[in-house]
């Protein structure tokens, strides 16, 4: 089953615009990351956010996590067309204070950028 | 400098018939996992190898799944009695849980058809 909801499930921008996608999830997390999928196909993690964390900077991309929400978004500045791809949260959930690393996917977000 | 590796990258098969897939993780990892992906859904997990032993194993939908890793490297998804419905790609991930990341780096996935 899905724990995360991502929001909105497709995107379509202008190339130098910004993209936003938002995931909420359900449980207690002990991190939360976010994972680009070109063509159906390999995963490429993009940012992990500890829960202890509130904000997270990687190049274009910027990551918030509320855990009173528990919601997380992700930001990419400057969009190019080559950030076409899917766009995944993925969740750590917490247990017995240790990671379990078993990663619960959200649904995804579909982003286009056009040239 | 290998990452995560799979094989077949495509898997054709009939209705009834015995797969087996097999994930290379990257050298020294000691945790692996299996995903499933269907279309247009984000991965759902299968199951958790720490090590030669199945930590998880609680997204196996059915007793037609196993998995093994007897040597604490190569594992290998068997599926018997294939059925329409477990068509999907099958992903593999690996990490090292020597340090603190948390992070997984997946293969490119097998594309599995039931016909």
């Known amino acids: 089953s899905q724990q995360g909801e991502e929001d909105p499930q497709a995107l379509s921008i202008q190339e130098g615009e910004n993209a936003t996608m938002n995931c909420s999830y359900k449980?207690?997390?002990?991190?939360l990351q976010w994972y680009r999928q070109n063509s159906g196909r390999g995963l490429v993690h993009l940012i992990l956010?500890?829960?202890?964390?509130r904000e997270k900077h990687s190049g274009r991309l910027r990551v918030t996590l509320d855990t009173s929400k528990k919601s997380s978004s992700l930001l990419i500045t400057a969009s190019r067309a080559a950030d076409t791809a899917s766009y995944f949260c993925?969740?750590?959930?917490?247990?017995?204070?240790?990671?379990?690393?078993?990663?619960?996917f959200g649904q995804g977000t579909i982003l286009t950028v056009h040239p | 400098g290998a990452g995560v590796s799979q094989t077949p990258s495509n898997k054709v098969t009939e209705k009834g018939k015995y797969v087996e897939l097999r994930c290379d993780p990257i050298?020294?990892?000691?945790?692996l996992y299996w995903y499933r992906q269907s279309l247009g859904q984000g991965p759902e997990f299968l199951i958790y190898?720490?090590?030669?032993?199945?930590?998880?194993d609680s997204g196996l939908p059915n007793d037609r799944f196993f998995a093994v890793r007897p040597e604490g490297s190569v594992s290998t998804l068997k599926i018997q009695r294939t059925e329409r419905g477990d068509s999907a790609v099958y992903l593999c991930?690996?990490?090292?849980?020597?340090?603190?990341?948390?992070?997984?780096?997946f293969g490119p996935g097998t594309r599995l058809t039931v016909l």
């Open positions: 190898f720490q090590g030669t032993g199945a930590a998880d």
């Open positions: 956010i500890r829960s202890n964390e």
């Open positions: 993925a969740t750590d959930a917490l247990g017995g204070g240790t990671s379990y690393g078993k990663l619960t």
């Open positions: 050298s020294g990892h000691t945790a």
């Open positions: 991930a690996s990490s090292s849980k020597r340090i603190s990341t948390d992070t997984q780096y």
């Open positions: 449980t207690s997390i002990n991190n």
